[in-house]
Nanobody, 116 residues
Framework: QVQLVESGGGLVQPGGTLRLSCAAS????????ASWFRQAPGKERDLVAA????????NYADSVKGRFTISRDNAKNMVYLQMSSLQPEDTAVYYC?????????WGRGTQVTVSS
């Protein structure tokens, strides 16, 4: 059974830094890409960053480019999102995502709140 479990969310001040983690299990992790989405109240769930499986090519939403970094550790079945220079508009529930064969899997999400 595929599982994705996020951790690392919390309350930070504007300009702060936070590192999110996603622990994956139940599939051959290194073969598949992974991504982070976020959803703010009243808004749709949007892609934040993505990373391919075997090659590790990354893509970012324009709103986070230069501030966020997605990475993975295939030996540990982990995906990370390093977030810096956080702003109030980054406040959202952040979800880890993976597509395994024909199915899409989501973590339960972790809350990130940026506020002074």
């Amino acid at each position: 059974q595929v599982q994705l479990v996020e951790s690392g969310g919390g309350l930070v001040q504007p300009g702060g830094t936070l590192r999110l983690s996603c622990a994956a299990s139940g599939f051959n992790f290194s073969r598949y890409g992974a991504s982070w989405f976020r959803q703010a109240p009243g808004k749709e769930r949007d892609l934040v960053a993505a990373i391919t499986g075997p090659v590790g090519i990354t893509n970012y939403a324009d709103s986070v480019k230069g501030r966020f970094t997605i990475s993975r550790d295939n030996a540990k079945n982990m995906v990370y999102l390093q977030m810096s220079s956080l702003q109030p508009e980054d406040t959202a529930v952040y979800y880890c995502h993976a597509r395994v064969n024909l199915r899409t899997y989501w973590g339960r999400g972790t809350q990130v709140t940026v506020s002074s």
